[in-house]
Every structure is written in C-alpha cells, then in structure tokens.
C-alpha cells in the first residue's frame, strides 16, 4: 500500500562510498511546478510495481485518472496547476520508489523541494501521509490556479545579474522576486503589465539575458495572496509529524523545527521568493556532499552546477537516469 511508502522503509544514515576518503551524506531534491512533461513516471509505473501502485493508489484517492493526464497529456491539461502540482507530485513519489526498490539499501539525510517540491520533500521526510500530502498538493494547486484565474500575473527570468542589482530593478518597476535559483538566474514575478518594464531595465543594468515566461500567474508574489487562507485550511485539517531528516524551507533556506511552523512556512511560501541557492549552501555548510534530484526534468540538477560543481549530483526521473543513478551508488568503497 501507498501508506507503507514512509520513511521507517528506506534507511537512514551514513555508508562509505567512491573509495575510503569518501563518506556520503545525501539529500534529496524533488521538482517543481514547471518541470511537468507528457510521460513523467510511466515507464517507471510500467517496470517497477511500487511506482506503479502509487499511481493506482493516486487515481482512487483523487477520483480522476491523474496517472492518464502524468502519461498521456495532453500537456495543456497536465499544464494546469491543479493537475501539474498533483502530478509532479506523484512522479517524484514514484521516482523516489522506484529507486528505493532497484537499490533498496538508499541512504538519505535530509530532503528539500523547489516550491511545490517542498511539499514531497516533507512527505518523503515522514512530515506527512503519502496521501495527505496528494490531497495537499491537489488542493493547493486548485486554490492557485483561482489566485492565477482573478489576477492577471506574470514573471521573467533575469540572468547574468546578482540579487542586490535585481532587488533594485523589482523595487522600481514594482515586482518581487519570486526565485533565486542559482548564481546568475534569478524569476522575477508581479503583474502582468509591469514585467516588460522589468525585463527592459534588467537588460539596461547589465542583465545577459531577461525572458518573460509563459505562465499562468505570478507565482511567489504578493498576488497569490487569495490562496493562502484555503491552503491555511487544508493543512490544518491534516496530522502532521516533525520530519524525521532535515528539511530546508524555501521561505528562509532553514530546516524546519516544529510542527506550527511548518504551516507557517508552507503558508508563507506562496507570496515568498524562493531561496534555492541558499538552501543547498545550507546543506553543503551542514557537510551534505551528495544530491539525488527526483522528478521529471533536471532543472535541480542544472542549478547544483552552477551553485557548487564539487558535490555529487544524480537525478531520477526515468528508468535511464535510475539506472545510471544505482550504478553510481553501488560503487564499492
């Protein structure tokens, strides 16, 4: 069953690896809204029978065939917020799973997510049920999709400026930042009519690069602010547990420490910018030397390069990258 998929299954600690000198310590890194593709987790589901009794277990808990929309698409329906953060979510479950059952001695020793992927990071973590956090996610994404639907929202991503040239440029044109990725990429979000403004001035100050994204909203701005009293809501109804690893907080790139503030965070999350550089320097600073991104697309794994090139980093998103994944693990000592 999908509720035996918890942390008290896979194993926790510390195991040598890649020669004596070298001493793993692993976090996970799950995906974000925006790495959706048409066909994520389906050759996972059609090799491995946990992956695919997580999409079973997804479809009877949800009522809908998510698992159809995850493999099948179209992608302007998968697209959609309310189906992509419930279907990254389920993907990232059976990538983890997946990987669990290939090599089933996998060690880890905290967790992190971009923004949506906070959520499995916690799940995963043991912060919460499996089918909690789905039905979390779900709710989340539908209760985004209405913020997105009654504001007109937009963002671009700014590259080649640091933070402080940025912040100006958001404090000016009257946006905020919504994403600081990695050194040299940095999403800016705020309403729609204000972005080319922002772009135009970025590009002015030094800016290599400034691209509007196709988007539904503004993401991690104060316009999302309608859907934090319904998210309040939904993660107040459900039994939450102090995750049983670390888990760093987009909000301040901190592990989180109690229950109360999880929901704080997770809440404040919605209208904060993201801090994934930071957060992944928290790790490193904590000795984290080793990272498996989990989930369709490798936008983690492209940031990590740009953050630190000297960590491991290994991804799982289909069966090649798994099995690349375990080959890399099971290098003897």
């Known amino acids: ?29 799950f995906a974000g809204q ?5 066909g994520m987790g389906k050759d996972l589901a059609e090799q491995y029978p946990s992956a695919r009794k997580l999409a079973e277990t997804a479809d009877d808990i949800l009522g809908f065939n998510l698992s159809k929309i995850c493999f099948e698409g179209p992608l302007e329906e998968l697209t959609r917020t309310e189906f992509a953060q419930p279907g ?35 799940s995963v973590a043991g912060a919460i049920r499996f089918e909690d ?6 709710a989340r994404g539908q209760w985004m999709q209405k913020a997105c639907e009654v504001t007109q929202g937009g963002m671009a991503a700014i590259l080649g400026l640091d933070e402080a040239a940025t912040r100006l440029v958001c404090d000016e044109t009257g946006v905020t930042l919504a994403n600081l990725n990695c050194p040299g990429q940095i999403v800016i979000s705020g309403a729609a009519d204000r972005i080319p403004n922002a772009v135009a001035l970025a590009l002015e100050r030094g800016a290599r690069k400034a691209v509007p994204l196709v988007v539904a909203g ?4 104060p316009l999302m602010s309608s859907a934090q009293p319904g ?24 592990p989180h420490q109690d229950v109360p503030n999880i929901a704080r965070k997770l809440v404040d999350q919605v209208v904060s910018p993201v801090r994934w550089e930071d957060s992944v320097r928290e790790f490193i600073r904590q000795g984290f030397n080793s990272f498996i991104e989990l989930g369709p697309g490798n936008a983690l794994s ?22 690349a994944t375990v080959a890399a693990l099971q290098i003897a000592p």
């Open 34 to 38: 925006g790495a959706q593709l048409v």
């Open 231 to 254: 998210l309040a809501r939904e993660i107040a109804g459900l039994d939450w547990s102090l995750p049983q690893v670390p888990v760093i907080a987009n909000v301040d790139a901190l």
């Open 133 to 138: 956090g789905l039905r979390l996610v779900r």
């Open 302 to 323: 492209g940031f990590q390069k740009r953050i630190d090139k000297t960590v491991e980093m290994l991804r799982v998103g289909d069966l090649e990258s798994l099995d």
């Open 1 to 29: 069953m999908a509720e035996q998929l918890t942390l008290n299954q896979f194993v926790v600690g510390s195991s040598p690896a890649r020669g004596t000198n070298f001493m793993r310590k692993t976090a996970l890194l």
């Open 218 to 221: 503004a993401y991690h701005s």
């Open 88 to 122: 990254i979510y389920l993907a990232s479950w059976m990538a983890w799973a997946a990987l669990c059952e290939k090599h089933p001695r996998t060690e880890f020793h905290g967790t992190a997510g971009l923004s949506l992927g906070e959520f499995t990071a916690l």
